[in-house]
């Protein structure tokens, strides 16, 4: 089988913010097919990778890129909100790297049905022991759910014609595929194709995946407590795809960076989000809509 290929995301940058030329443990919490922390591999030899996913086909390819490295690399088929239950020695961690969202082998593998651009079926999982499917949450979900959803996840104009069209549609017969919930959409949102212009589909199915892997739960708690448990001079970068998780991000480094509610934790690397150069969005498009924020433990 051919590598699914991978550009990594910012990767000079969060290197750089994470200054992983310092020996010790680097912990990438989302590993995907491993594209950072085969560079910090390469770029330090006295760099150690405790890689998290909980992709298991990621980390399973994952762990075939990395294999060059043996005993400098240990992965974990887990949660990143479960890493304060990991045995890790943290005071030699030096960096934690969170790039968060879909990897694009997630969304080139029709099968996970990620994509609205490829007909696949609804599932949307990352977790494959996961029980929700979208496919699932459009079936059951009420359409005052389902319009929940779509606008607080999506920020979508239609989110409450399009529950309604989709309450309606599943009395028939239940939407099974991506193509269906994609012409479906563009019904909806009387869509026609302009250069420039955001498919609307892609909001809906950025709503749906969101709610599938409760993506936004828990990370503010993620973020401080891995932040506590880092040593002094320790980095923490992350990296996100839409407003909502870089809402969050911001939030948890300026309330743990506060001099006016307690003695500050962090030192915030980043006043203002680092986004991609014009030459990286060139290269890899979806690089588009990535924020890179860092902090440092005082
Ligand atoms: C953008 S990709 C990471 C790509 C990686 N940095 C690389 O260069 O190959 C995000 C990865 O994070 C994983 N992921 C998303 N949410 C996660 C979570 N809560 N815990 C662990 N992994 C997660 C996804 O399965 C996906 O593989």
Not at 33 to 60: C, M, T, V
Not at 165 to 193: D, F, G, M, N, Q
Not at 238 to 260: G, M, N, Q, W
């Amino acid at each position: 089988m051919s590598r699914p290929e991978h550009i990594p995301v910012l990767l000079d940058e969060s290197l750089e913010m994470l200054a992983v030329d310092r020996p010790g443990i680097y912990i990438d919490c989302t590993l995907g097919l491993g594209g950072h922390s085969l560079e910090i591999l390469r770029r330090n030899p006295k760099a150690e990778i405790i890689g998290l996913d909980l992709d298991e086909q990621a980390i399973r390819i994952a762990q075939e890129r990395l294999e060059p490295f043996g005993p400098r690399v240990t992965l974990y088929l887990s949660d990143y909100r479960n890493l304060p239950e990991i045995e890790v020695d943290f005071k030699r961690v030096r960096g934690v790297l969170a790039d968060m969202g879909m990897s694009s082998f997630q969304l080139d593998t029709p099968e996970r049905g990620f994509s609205h651009a490829v007909d696949g079926p609804l599932d949307m999982r990352m977790d494959l022991r996961g029980k929700t499917s979208a496919a699932r949450i459009l079936e059951k979900a009420s359409e005052i759910k389902l319009a929940q959803i779509f606008r607080d996840y999506g920020e979508l104009k239609q989110a409450r014609p399009l529950a309604r069209a989709i309450a309606s549609a599943r009395r028939l017969k239940p939407l099974e595929s991506t193509t269906e919930l994609r012409a479906l959409v563009e019904r909806v949102c009387h869509w026609i194709p302009q250069r420039g212009k955001i498919h609307p589909a892609s909001k809906v199915f950025q709503a749906l995946r969101i709610e599938v892997n409760n993506e936004l739960a828990g990370l503010d708690v993620f973020l401080e407590s891995t932040l506590r448990l880092l040593p002094p001079g320790g980095h923490l970068a992350a990296i996100s795809f839409h407003s909502l998780e870089d809402r969050i991000v911001k939030r948890t480094f300026l309330k743990l960076a506060d001099e006016e509610i307690a003695p500050p934790l962090i030192d915030i690397l980043t006043r203002k989000p680092i986004v991609p150069s014009e030459a990286e969005v060139a290269r890899n498009p979806r690089s588009r809509s990535a924020k890179l924020r860092a902090a440092e433990r005082r």
